[in-house]
């Protein structure tokens, strides 16, 4: 596609509930990244593709988030039993293999936990 | 400490003024430095990227890196309220990662 592209846009889950949370990539583009933007904050790491393979998950913040990407395309990033400290706006973003030179990113997810 | 630092701001100029946003790192290692605007609402979008040390610039925006004192910033020369908007400065780890400042929100009133 054109761009970057995540759904929904726009999430409001009870405390407790699992969410699913997509991105959909530029066509092309072998690695994918996720990032959490919490109010206020700058970006923080969650997890890195290149192809379906995760090199590096160092980011997730618990054992309630995961994320798998099938076809070297389309990711989806699972938070289960969420909390509300888990609110925040969740960025998908993507690059020709692995780039030195920045990333495309989604418009996110904005996730509400009630 | 966080591995990059950046002036918080706000920042309000009026327009036509020359702006600086500013950025500290704290790992020698690191080589690639980008700038991303980000609008409300939106995703982070790259305004451009460096390598190493010394400038680049791009119309109205140039980046510079100065690695001896490991310190990065942005200029946007006759600024235009477009422009409003955060600046996020990020460096390039090894394995895909990437480390953000918290960003800069920046106002340019007409």
């Known amino acids: 596609g054109a761009g970057v592209s995540q759904s929904p846009s726009n999430k409001v889950t009870e405390k407790g509930k699992d969410v699913e949370l997509r991105c959909d990539p530029i066509?092309?583009?072998?690695?994918l990244y996720w990032y959490r933007q919490s109010l206020g904050q700058g970006l923080e790491f969650l997890i890195y593709?290149?192809?379906?393979?995760?090199?590096?998950k160092s980011g997730l913040p618990s054992d309630r988030f995961s994320a798998e990407r099938t076809g070297g395309s389309v990711s989806t990033l699972t938070i289960q039993r969420t909390q509300q400290e888990d609110s925040a706006v969740y960025l998908c973003?993507?690059?020709?293999?692995?780039?030195?030179?920045?990333?495309?990113f989604g418009s996110g997810t904005r996730l509400t936990v009630v | 400490q966080k591995e990059v630092e950046q002036d918080p701001g706000p920042l309000s100029v009026p327009e036509g003024a020359i702006v600086s946003l500013n950025c500290t790192y704290s790992?020698?290692?690191?080589?690639?430095f980008m700038w991303y605007r980000q609008y409300s609402r939106k995703g982070p979008e790259l305004l451009m990227y460096?390598?190493?040390?010394g400038n680049k610039e791009d119309g109205r925006f140039t980046a510079q890196v100065d690695k001896s004192s490991k310190y990065i910033s942005l200029f946007i020369r006759d600024s235009q309220p477009s422009d409003s908007a955060t600046y996020l400065c990020?460096?390039?780890?090894?394995?895909?990662?990437?480390?953000f400042g918290d960003g800069t929100t920046l106002t340019v009133k007409p």
């Open positions: 973003a993507s690059s020709r293999e692995q780039s030195n030179y920045g990333y495309t």
């Open positions: 066509s092309g583009h072998t690695a």
């Open positions: 593709f290149q192809g379906n393979s995760a090199p590096d």
């Open positions: 790992n020698s290692a690191f080589q690639y």
């Open positions: 460096t390598y190493s040390s």
């Open positions: 990020a460096t390039y780890h090894n394995a895909g990662k990437s480390t």
